[in-house]
């Protein structure tokens, strides 16, 4: 079974601050790779995704994740961070068969972002 | 809108009750998935509908837990004689093969609390 471990619990940034969340997984096939957003009160949105290709991807908002086979990780990073970036990030991964495996979440980072 | 809607989105309950929860999955999406969040942590995968049929049961943490989607579109979440363990968000999220590479859209989630 895969497991994801998400490195900080809490991060605290100030505006305009370059943004890195570690993200590492444990799995021994392919996988997609998933950071998912959850500002507050809200629900999960989908920042950026992983299946093949280019190992650098580019979400929304400014948003990037590297994936880097080697070392069975994919971290998120922004390079300048906004208050509205305050929000949990979860990352996240699934077999690329899909299906009845459902996703794999870590179990989070909350991100705060001070004016 | 078009997205996934949950119902209730707060459920209050006293220790032994049953409690249902309702999923309204993106009209069209062949996939249903069932997710509990415990708070702090990431969500945890219970269950997979693909139609009407219950693929994956094997995150249901016990036989307390049924999970049922008889005309392959609403989903229902049943929780028999509630402890306070149960108390998360439960997240429902729909998907459908072959769109978007199998994304994951997630609704609001339905916060139950057992007393």
């Known amino acids: 079974a895969q497991s994801v471990s998400q490195h900080n619990h809490h991060v605290i940034l100030s505006e305009a601050a370059s943004l890195e969340l570690g993200c590492n997984y444990s799995y021994g096939g392919t996988v997609n790779l998933f950071w998912y957003v959850q500002y507050p009160g809200q629900h999960l949105q989908l920042l950026l995704k992983?299946?093949?290709?280019?190992?650098l991807v580019k979400g929304i908002k400014g948003f990037e994740a590297e994936f880097i086979k080697s070392k069975f990780s994919f971290n998120l990073r922004k390079p300048s961070v906004q208050w509205s970036d305050t929000a949990e990030y979860f990352c996240a991964v699934m077999p690329p068969e899909g299906g009845a495996d459902g996703l794999t979440f870590g179990k989070g980072t909350h991100l705060i972002i001070q004016p | 809108g078009a997205g996934v809607s949950q119902s209730p989105r707060y459920k209050v309950a006293k220790r032994g009750q049953d409690v249902a929860l309702r999923c309204d999955p993106i009209s069209g999406h062949v996939s249903l998935f069932w997710y509990q969040q415990a708070l702090g942590q990431g969500p945890e995968f219970l269950t997979y509908f693909q139609n009407e049929a219950q693929l994956d049961k094997s995150g249901l943490p016990s036989d307390r837990f049924f999970a049922e989607r008889p005309e392959g579109s609403v989903s229902t979440l049943k929780i028999q004689r509630t402890q306070q363990e149960d108390s998360a968000v439960y997240l429902c999220?729909?998907?459908?093969?072959?769109?978007?590479?199998?994304?994951?859209?997630f609704g609001p989630g339905t916060r139950l609390t057992v007393l």
């Open positions: 999220a729909s998907s459908s093969p072959g769109l978007a590479n199998n994304e994951q859209f």
């Open positions: 992983y299946f093949s290709g280019d190992p």
